[in-house]
């Protein structure tokens, strides 16, 4: 079991291009989250999504950031127009529908110079 | 204020002396966990203690919660330099979907050898 799968591990953009970031659940997890750390601080909850249903996006930004988890592949986590205040560590974690097992990636380092 | 407020913020000990750090929360929580970091890397989950329990040990550690303050605290005994990290602590509060969770700013541990 690979356990939840985040790529890139380091992405480097310049300002106004795009950042994808992509997390395969662990096996068996139908439910996903996104978190965001900026340096220093703790995790900031952004979305949560259940194959084909974001469920709960209370925490993403309005504008430039959308998330989606397909039928088939990984979640994507899409910045449009990046700016330097995106730059942060993004964390993927996944669950089962039933049960705890709570279990986070390595994580995607965005910098935007 | 924040949900989920570790202190202190950073805590220096020597090798072998126990470490405790605190988490405050404002909500009514279903559980609460404790998570450690390691400089530049994903989060591990450590111990998790449901609302209705008071305390709880996973090797060196040992948790409580106390809901009547909505506090909990982490000790880890007889520490190790390895110990070295940030920990945070998490909350799932009643009523929110999934497992989403809400994370402290966390305490930065230096153990010295």
């Known amino acids: 079991n690979a356990g939840v799968m985040q790529n890139p591990r380091h992405l480097v953009r310049r300002r106004g291009q795009e950042a994808r970031l992509r997390c395969s659940p662990m096996?068996?997890?139908?439910?996903v989250y996104w978190y965001r750390q900026l340096p220093e601080e703790g995790l900031k909850f952004m979305v949560y999504l259940q194959k084909e249903n974001i469920i709960d996006e209370s925490g993403m930004p309005k504008e430039r950031f959308s998330a989606e988890f397909p039928k088939e592949g990984p979640s994507i986590l899409r910045i449009q127009q990046v700016v330097r205040g995106d730059s942060a560590a993004y964390f993927c974690?996944?669950?089962?529908?039933f049960g705890y097992g709570y279990t986070f990636g390595s994580g995607t380092r965005l910098t935007v110079v | 204020s924040q949900q989920g407020e570790e202190d202190p913020q950073a805590l220096s000990i020597q090798e072998g002396e126990n470490a405790t750090m605190n988490c405050s929360y404002k909500t009514s929580i279903n559980n609460l966990q404790w998570y450690r970091q390691n400089s530049g890397r994903g989060l591990v989950h450590l111990i998790l203690?449901?609302?209705?329990?008071r305390e709880k040990h996973s090797g060196r550690l040992r948790v409580t919660l106390d809901t009547s303050k909505k506090s909990s605290s982490l000790l880890i005994t007889a520490s190790r330099a390895a110990d070295t990290a940030s920990y945070f602590c998490?909350?799932?509060?009643?009523?929110?979907?999934?497992?989403?969770?809400?994370f402290g700013e966390g305490t930065q541990l230096t153990v010295n050898p």
């Open positions: 974690a996944s669950s089962p529908e």
């Open positions: 096996k068996g997890h139908s439910h």
């Open positions: 998490a909350t799932k509060p009643w009523g929110t979907s999934g497992s989403r969770l809400t």
């Open positions: 203690i449901r609302s209705n329990e």
